[in-house]
């Protein structure tokens, strides 16, 4: 199986920071990595799909970057909205597998 | 709209029996590969299991901890994904939601797959 890391584990920004998170996974996945953000109580939504695309109706404040075994999330000029919790997912293998996500809070 | 509605969940005792379902509407269901991905209290998203659709034969895979005790299926007549799951444990307690996955052909011509559609979830207890 393929194990997935982020970091960091959680973090505190202010609105109009810029944000990055790491995620690294324990072998080549070329560009098979998603990122997802999730809310308490809300279905999680799909940001980046293959790496770098950004999915439709997505604010472009949020892009991805990597391949292989590292991948960053970056959140330019962080709003409101943005303080949730964002995991990676590897779709190269099944087992699908998750980071164990990076929880965004207001400093 | 697109739109996936879980249903089912509850208190059960372990050792138990539970099936949830997942209907959805606004988009051709047939067509879609589907998964369950659950969250445990505290934790994050851990995914589950996966059925494609008939056209690609229609299989199934499992994560190493519910392999053989739950099962996923799908009513493509009903437009509804189920997931039963048997011999339950305390662990298995969770929000479980069910997501379309969907692929992409990226710039470098490789089929990229996603989930990117999902429902709100419903809530299973484990519990004596």
């Known amino acids: 199986d393929i194990q997935m890391t982020q970091s960091p584990s959680s973090l505190s920004a202010s609105v109009g920071d810029r944000v990055t998170i790491t995620c690294r996974t324990s072998q080549s996945i070329s560009r098979y990595l998603n990122w997802y953000q999730h809310k308490p109580g809300r279905a999680p939504k799909l940001l980046i799909y293959?790496?770098?695309s950004l999915q439709s109706g997505v604010t472009s404040r949020f892009s991805g970057s990597g391949s292989g075994t590292e991948f960053t999330l970056s959140i330019t000029s962080l709003q409101p909205e943005d303080f949730a919790t964002y995991y990676c997912?590897?779709?190269?293998?099944?087992?699908?597998?998750f980071g164990p996500g990076t929880k965004v809070e207001m400093k | 709209e697109v739109q996936l509605v879980e249903s089912g969940g509850g208190l059960v005792k372990p050792g138990g029996s539970l099936r949830v379902s997942c209907a959805a509407s606004g988009f051709t269901f047939s067509n879609a590969w589907m998964s369950w991905v659950r969250q445990a209290p505290g934790k994050g998203l851990e995914w589950v299991g996966r059925?494609?659709?008939?056209?690609?034969?229609?299989?199934?895979d499992y994560a190493a901890p519910v392999k053989g005790r739950f099962t996923v299926s799908r009513d493509d007549s009903e437009n509804t994904l189920y997931l039963q799951m048997n011999s339950l444990k305390t662990e298995d307690s969770g929000v479980y939601y069910c997501a379309t996955e969907r692929g992409e052909t990226g710039e470098d011509y490789h089929y990229y797959y996603f989930m990117d559609v999902w429902g709100k979830g419903t809530t299973v207890i484990v519990s004596s």
């Open positions: 059925i494609k659709r008939r056209a690609d034969g229609g299989t199934t």
């Open positions: 293959a790496a770098s």
């Open positions: 997912q590897q779709s190269y293998s099944t087992p699908l597998t």
